[in-house]
């Protein structure tokens, strides 16, 4: 029987698709490319049964109704609004995700930017690299405790609920909001309260941001609900740029209106507005919610996995019910 | 009767005074003063029942011979290195100190300085902050995980079982080293293995630095150490700074012995070597394992309680058995 072929689109570290590569013939850019563009991929597909997405690469009707043979479309990522998941049912082509392997970064990285606020860690940093600009005395530099503060996690998920872990760990007492209701084993697993996104805002140290963008989420933090935090409290966003107002938020923070933000992801791309590189209060980290070296062989592994236990039988992570 | 007299060195915000304040003759240095000077003090303290001592003002012999009506030194730290704690007990006064506030702030920084090193936070804020020096690619600004990497804490006291807490939410293994092993419920607590000083730095890719400054954990961490450790390996110390050379720690983090280290004491006083300002892969804050604005009050109102305590009955922390 010929080997399955599989068109993996991004040019990735091989430790984690020697099982893959094993079994079927599989086909990665050439060395030196990062990546296929979408005309490599509208040329080649015919061929191929299964297609390894990176999160960012466009899996649209063009594509698919270029791939006769196309039963699996493996994405690199747990969001998936790059591909036309309706479109993809309808045609009885499988789409998986990778829920798995990004949770725990994620919420670490929430938990870093969160300590780095409360704690001043980088802005420090930065200045004593400059002699002669940091004072050390009793009450100078002083930053908020996490232990007794209040944490409100707007989308209490996974990813919401791994960094609430940490939280309580640290001491502090857990809030929500979500579309749905938590049940009470799991609300009373963190001590975590279910409260409207008004509440949470008015009696929460900290806002955290784990929920999906969705029309809903769009702007869920902007200008109003910045002035109804607390002014000691830090906003943490490592969901989606667009879930957060940025220039209402550099103005907030320029003002005092809260004090200090942990940004990870950016409403307009991959980089902030001019405006928060300019500020002391505020964290900035390029999307590097999952960018650990463990994470890319785990992510590898788990896309590999979906691929194989699809054609082979296995759990796999289905975004469509097929 | 007459109130009693307590004489407090530095000028502290006065909240977490207004117990002390009400029930005794209390006496802070001036306004605009940060502390009353050694002697201020000695011209002073012969009127004085109770003294209230910051962790960097020294009281010795002559300042006890010159208090015939002293009963109680309340310092204001958890170390007392600042105390001829000796030559008290020999006189029949009291020292205590403030374990339980600093323990959870210094084990929040520890747990921050371990994120932002592992997950390159400061570093990346910095880099963001020029415009045009963050490349935003899938295997670009990749750092370590948390979860599943193996902890290796020095000195399992308070502090590091607290650190350890943290760690274990995080998905960490604990491995440690103390002068004495933990008993085995606390053990199990945190799934910690006890293992020799050159066990830990093998299988470490954290090292967390939890002990005092004495004259066995001078220099704990050297040339010989750095190299035991894994190249991927990262240091904290939120301890003492004599606990490590500093030199070697600056080499070590230059060739690539060690990843990466996050420091919040330095060897020679309040300030790093110039090489550590000078390296990307440092994360460094002054000092401020317990500088936050809460602490503040709660080590305020702690020195007076054991000032009210020792004096009216009720629990004070000891130093000295007396």
């Given at each position: 029987?010929?080997?399955?072929k599989v068109l993996v689109t991004y040019n990735m570290w091989r430790d984690g698709y020697a099982?893959l590569m094993?079994?079927y013939d599989v086909t990665f850019p050439p060395e030196g490319a990062e990546s296929f563009?979408?005309?490599e991929v509208?040329?080649m597909?015919?061929?191929y049964?299964?297609l390894q997405s990176m999160?960012?690469?466009?899996?649209?009707?063009?594509?698919?109704?270029?791939?006769?043979?196309?039963?699996?479309?493996?994405?690199y990522?747990?969001?998936?609004?790059?591909?036309?998941?309706?479109?993809?049912?309808?045609?009885?082509?499988?789409?998986?995700?990778?829920?798995?392997?990004?949770?725990?970064?994620?919420?670490?990285?929430?938990?870093?930017?969160?300590?780095?606020?409360?704690?001043?860690?980088?802005?420090?940093?930065?200045?004593?690299?400059?002699?002669?600009?940091?004072?050390?005395?009793?009450?100078?530099?002083?930053?908020?405790?996490?232990?007794?503060?209040?944490?409100?996690?707007?989308?209490?998920?996974?990813?919401?609920?791994?960094?609430?872990?940490?939280?309580?760990?640290?001491?502090?007492?857990?809030?929500?909001?979500?579309?749905?209701?938590?049940?009470?084993?799991?609300?009373?697993?963190?001590?975590?309260?279910?409260?409207?996104?008004?509440?949470?805002?008015?009696?929460?140290?900290?806002?955290?941001?784990?929920?999906?963008?969705?029309?809903?989420?769009?702007?869920?933090?902007?200008?109003?609900?910045?002035?109804?935090?607390?002014?000691?409290?830090?906003?943490?966003?490592?969901?989606?740029?667009?879930?957060?107002?940025?220039?209402?938020?550099?103005?907030?923070?320029?003002?005092?209106?809260?004090?200090?933000?942990?940004?990870?992801?950016?409403?307009?791309?991959?980089?902030?507005?001019?405006?928060?590189?300019?500020?002391?209060?505020?964290?900035?980290?390029?999307?590097?919610?999952?960018?650990?070296?463990?994470?890319?062989?785990?992510?590898a592994?788990?896309v590999s996995?979906?691929?194989?236990?699809?054609?082979?039988?296995?759990?796999?992570?289905?975004?469509?019910?097929?």
């Amino acid at each position: 029987m010929e080997k399955k072929k599989v068109l993996v689109t991004y040019n990735m570290w091989r430790d984690g698709y020697a099982e893959l590569m094993q079994k079927y013939d599989v086909t990665f850019p050439p060395e030196g490319a990062e990546s296929f563009t979408y005309d490599e991929v509208l040329g080649m597909i015919p061929d191929y049964d299964a297609l390894q997405s990176m999160f960012n690469f466009p899996v649209d009707k063009r594509l698919m109704d270029a791939a006769p043979k196309l039963k699996i479309i493996s994405n690199y990522a747990v969001g998936y609004d790059n591909i036309d998941v309706a479109y993809a049912t309808q045609k009885g082509i499988q789409v998986t995700n990778t829920p798995d392997p990004v949770t725990e970064p994620t919420a670490d990285l929430a938990m870093g930017l969160l300590l780095a606020t409360f704690r001043r860690i980088s802005e420090l940093d930065r200045r004593l690299r400059t002699p002669g600009s940091v004072k050390v005395e009793l009450l100078t530099n002083l930053g908020h405790s996490l232990y007794g503060a209040t944490l409100g996690i707007i989308g209490m998920g996974r990813i919401g609920q791994a960094l609430a872990r940490r939280a309580v760990a640290a001491g502090m007492k857990i809030v929500y909001h979500n579309r749905h209701r938590l049940d009470e084993a799991t609300e009373r697993r963190y001590g975590a309260v279910y409260l409207s996104l008004d509440e949470l805002l008015r009696v929460s140290d900290a806002v955290s941001l784990n929920a999906p963008h969705t029309a809903e989420t769009y702007h869920v933090i902007g200008a109003e609900e910045l002035h109804k935090m607390k002014p000691t409290a830090v906003l943490v966003n490592t969901a989606r740029g667009p879930l957060v107002d940025e220039a209402a938020l550099a103005e907030a923070l320029r003002t005092g209106t809260i004090w200090a933000a942990g940004l990870d992801v950016f409403e307009h791309g991959n980089y902030p507005i001019l405006e928060l590189t300019r500020l002391d209060n505020v964290v900035l980290t390029p999307h590097v919610g999952t960018q650990t070296v463990e994470i890319r062989h785990e992510m590898a592994a788990h896309v590999s996995r979906n691929i194989i236990h699809f054609f082979e039988g296995g759990h796999i992570d289905k975004v469509n019910l097929l």
